[in-house]
Nanobody
Framework: QVQLVESGGGLVQAGDSLRLSCAASGRAFSSFLMGWFRQAPGKEREFVAAISSSGGMTYYADSVKGRSTISRDNSKKTVYLQLNNLKPEDTAVYYC????????????????WGQGTQVTVSS
């Protein structure tokens, strides 16, 4: 089992930055592909970013590419999502998830999920 706890969300203004964190406990964190997803009210949960187990490969949704950076610290069992130049359309609950590997963009590939952290961007 893996437990994931997100933090770092909040209410910010358009153009601001946030860094989300996801702390893991349980099984070997360093073996998991880690991802961030988000879900806005009334919408499907969508892929935001993912990072390979070693941190050597990163993947981003087009909607955040160039404005975000995913990283991980395996010694701290933590994955981060830096969000810059935030827009109102970034408003959503952001979820951290762990996968044994595979299609990094697909929700179904992720086995473990956190409870989410709310990000609200005002215009």
């Amino acid at each position: 089992q893996v437990q994931l706890v997100e933090s770092g969300g909040g209410l910010v203004q358009a153009g601001d930055s946030l860094r989300l964190s996801c702390a893991a406990s349980g099984r070997a964190f360093s073996s998991f592909l880690m991802g961030w997803f988000r879900q806005a009210p009334g919408k499907e949960r969508e892929f935001v970013a993912a990072i390979s187990s070693s941190g050597g490969m990163t993947y981003y949704a087009d909607s955040v590419k160039g404005r975000s950076t995913i990283s991980r610290d395996n010694s701290k069992k933590t994955v981060y999502l830096q969000l810059n130049n935030l827009k109102p359309e970034d408003t959503a609950v952001y979820y951290c998830a762990a996968s044994f590997g595979g299609r990094w963009w697909s929700r179904s590939e992720y086995t473990y999920w956190g409870q989410g952290t709310q990000v609200t961007v005002s215009s």
